[in-house]
């Protein structure tokens, strides 16, 4: 073909020369035949039909397909663009190129190639980037835990008070059943000079992830929006629940998209630092990448081409967790009876109720909100919105109305704005002095208010940050309240800070009766250096009576792998005696000790006692409270292992091969990792690494199959003591196979006490080998040299 390719290209035409006469005595022929004479000229309009690889924007497709040229126009079947890459609405016709808009064909011929130059809409879109997240289902057994927390204080003029709190907690594949409560002795208070038992929460739940609906039985507390308050119902709930799903991003995310007319590099940087980068193909991309930032920010989006060229492009973007992407919905549905007095009556429920909320994500930038309860004497339905403006932040909105036993309304406005270096706050809402719902039903106060709060933040550099707040309160026959406040944060050397706060409450207005005017001044100055492996403090205070004090303070938090940490602090105000407080704890795997004493001239102690037990995988184990999920290593009776959770080494199996992770993230596919690199050649395990997630409030037993075999080695030879070849085929006890390596080497790996070796000569012959293996051992067992005999 590139021959005839040539003849076609030839400049000038070409001269007819005289047939050739070709014989034919290998044919059998005994005449000559005359050929005809080749054209005078090459016809270049004539149709050809070529077999050429298509390239596409500079990319090879690794496609052959047939073409046909005729003159400069080129005729391809559209099923072959699109093997080679281009998205087409036509069917398996053949098309001739220059018939689809911004299309331009090059032929090169010495290669055999057709280059096509396409524009961006002939090109398929491509995902890029690390945003997109695997959904790992969530795992449980069944199993039981018992938190506790026991406290007991007395001296220093205080009678000795006793208390003892839990939570017995049931898990498994059907929910989690959950109650609470504290068991008190001593020093009288709401339960009496005798104390007694108050309950405080009993609950059943159950998460379903795919769907992501959590259902709440017993007591519950209703979920809410950002502007209604939540009550304790006794009764029942049922809610979207994004917690279950780490892997699902709720709010909406900017997209960094551009085009590359060649095979290009793309890389996203934001605020200096590279987050995202891949390679890509010809055409349209999109990066699906989570910023490593909220509120306003800027992202260069670098793209490279195959010839070093480069083209940035800034991408303003705001990031706000309070919107919900477009499509989302969010609800909660919550009904049963009122629980009132909590903490001091363990059963004592009021007037049904009912709440309900509901959000959607209507675009990628406004967000809509509504809002109902209800009970016998009062109604109340509400509605409002978050919404983006531009990059400028994020405004919210909301108006509710109450009707039958109070009638009025309730209005909020508020707008935020974050940035890396500035942040702002707004909010105002106004109340009506007859509008209630259901966290104010049982109020006595049924006044209006007004409530304005504006808070700003700027990070000034080397220099520190800088925070502003100014918070106005009005209400119904009070005297209105204004403050104002500002705070410093300088860092100095190391881990070293200088902290400064200062407030004024400013002069009171006419909102209600015997308004007084005046303003006062309260603030502190107080420098934080490292010492150590803790942090000392020390610094001046002023309170809005105008008293100095003097505080200063050392604390050492408890290692996160266990062991000590205490407190020290001592404070004294003008004219008065020092106050003291001090206290130690001591945390181990199986439970934390604290104890303490605080007071001036006579000293108050304390004495506390935290921990876990748990119940699971026929096991009694104790640990540290566990407050979310948690997780127990096993390792099939394997004593001593080093277990790793995220890559930190949190402890060794014990004698029956487990270990209790009292703290792991619930829903979250996390690592865990045995190291087996200190184990004995008879110890193999098969798997040495697992990403579980485990359902909130449950646990889970993650298995590693670790198993014990007895290895052996000896050098194998034949009658005549010769090692047999390398390569022999080796049977053990007729279901393994190995082979022997050189000068007869052979390893074994799940010897029995009696063995049976069948080999396999070079000449097809067989023999065998018979051994006794003796008593388990963690050594290699050294057979010596053994000889095969027919």
């Not at 057994?141 to 406290?151: I, Q, S, V």
């Not at 979207?240 to 709720?250: A, G, K, L």
């Not at 983006?388 to 909105?397: E, F, H, P, Q």
């Amino acid at each position: 073909m590139p021959a005839f390719a040539a003849v076609l290209l030839a400049p000038t035409p070409l001269v007819a020369a005289p047939a050739p006469r070709i014989a034919y005595a290998d044919l059998g022929l005994d005449a000559f035949t005359d050929l005809p004479p080749p054209p005078d000229r090459a016809d270049f309009a004539a149709e050809q039909r070529l077999e050429l690889e298509l390239f596409v924007n500079g990319m090879g497709s690794g496609v052959v397909a047939p073409v046909i040229k005729q003159g400069s126009r080129f005729q391809v079947r559209a099923e072959d663009l699109r093997r080679a890459g281009m998205v087409l609405t036509a069917g398996d016709e053949r098309l001739f190129l220059d018939s689809l808009d911004g299309v331009v064909a090059d032929y090169d011929a010495a290669r055999q190639q057709l280059h096509l130059t396409v524009l961006p809409k002939y090109l398929p879109a491509q995902k890029i980037g690390n945003g997109a997240r695997v959904f790992r289902p969530a795992l449980r057994d069944m199993g039981a835990l018992l938190n506790y927390d026991a406290y007991a204080t007395g001296g220093g003029g205080i009678p000795f008070q006793a208390s003892l709190w839990h939570e017995a907690r049931f898990f498994g594949p059907a929910g989690v059943f959950s109650t609470t409560g504290a068991l008190r002795s001593g020093g009288g208070g709401s339960l009496g000079s005798a104390g007694g038992y108050m309950r405080f929460d009993t609950y059943w739940r159950w998460s379903d992830e795919r769907s992501m609906i959590t259902i709440e039985a017993g007591d519950v507390i209703t979920r809410s929006l950002s502007w209604a308050p939540a009550v304790r119902l006794g009764g029942a709930q049922i809610s979207r629940d994004f917690s279950v799903r780490p892997d699902v991003i709720t709010y909406p995310l900017p997209e960094f998209a551009g085009s590359a007319a060649l095979p290009s590099t793309v890389d996203l940087v934001v605020n200096g630092q590279r987050i995202a980068g891949s390679r890509v193909n010809p055409g349209p991309f999109a990066l699906d990448t989570l910023p490593p930032i909220t509120g306003s920010g800027q992202a260069n989006l670098i793209v490279t081409d195959v010839h070093g060229r480069s083209v940035v492009t800034a991408v303003p973007f705001y990031v706000s967790s309070t919107l919900l992407r477009r499509g989302f919905t969010d609800y909660s549905f919550a009904g049963g009876v009122l629980r009132r007095n909590y903490g001091l009556r363990s059963f004592d429920y009021g007037t049904p109720a009912a709440s309900a909320y509901l959000r959607r994500g209507v675009t990628a930038g406004l967000t809509l909100e509504l809002r109902a309860e209800t009970t016998r004497e009062m109604h109340l339905a509400g509605a409002g919105g978050v919404a983006r403006i531009g990059n400028l932040g994020i405004v919210n909105a909301s108006y509710s109305r109450s009707f039958g036993q109070g009638t009025g309304g309730e209005l909020a406005l508020g707008y935020e704005y974050q940035a890396r270096t500035f942040s702002f706050g707004l909010r105002h809402t106004r109340r009506d002095s007859g509008y209630v719902d259901l966290g104010r039903l049982e109020w006595d106060d049924d006044g209006w208010e007004r409530q304005t709060a504006a808070t700003a933040s700027v990070a000034l550099g080397g220099s520190g940050t800088l925070g502003l707040g100014y918070f106005d309160l009005r209400r119904e026959n009070t005297r209105r309240a204004r403050y104002a406040n500002a705070s410093w944060t300088l860092p100095l050397w190391g881990e070293s800070r200088l902290y400064a706060t200062l407030s004024r409450e400013l002069s009171g207005g006419a909102g209600g009766s015997g308004g007084r005017r005046g303003s006062n001044w309260s603030g502190a100055l107080t420098l934080t250096v490292p010492l150590g492996s803790g942090m000392v403090s020390g610094g001046v205070t002023r309170d809005d009576r105008g008293r100095n004090g003097l505080r200063a303070d050392y604390a050492r938090p408890i290692p996160t792998d266990g062991g000590f940490g205490w407190n020290a602090s001592v404070y004294r105000d003008s004219g008065q005696t020092p106050y003291l407080r001090g206290d130690l704890a001591w945390r181990t795997q199986p439970i934390q000790l604290r104890a303490g004493g605080y007071g001036q001239r006579d000293m108050t102690g304390w004495f506390g006692a935290s921990g876990a037990l748990v119940f699971m995988d026929g096991g009694l184990f104790a640990a540290n409270r566990v407050t979310d999920a948690f997780a127990l290593v096993s390792t099939n009776g394997e004593a001593g292992i080093p277990v790793r959770y995220e890559n930190q080494v949190i402890g060794e199996t014990d004698r029956n091969g487990q270990l209790l992770v009292p703290a792991a993230s619930a829903w979250y596919p996390a690592h865990y990792d045995i190291d087996t690199l200190s184990l004995p050649p008879s110890v193999q395990a098969d798997r040495v690494s697992q990403r579980v997630a485990v359902a909130a409030g449950s646990g889970y037993v993650v298995r590693f199959p670790i198993e014990r075999v007895r290895s052996a080695r000896a050098v194998i030879v034949d009658a005549g003591g010769e090692p047999l070849p390398a390569g022999t085929v080796v049977m053990l006890n007729s279901v393994a196979k190995t082979y022997v390596g050189w000068d007869g080497m052979l390893y074994l790996e799940n010897v029995s006490s009696r063995n049976e070796l069948v080999v396999t000569l070079p000449e097809g012959v067989p023999c065998r080998i018979a051994f006794e293996a003796g008593a388990p051992s963690d050594a290699i067992l050294d057979l010596g040299r053994l000889t095969c005999r027919p």
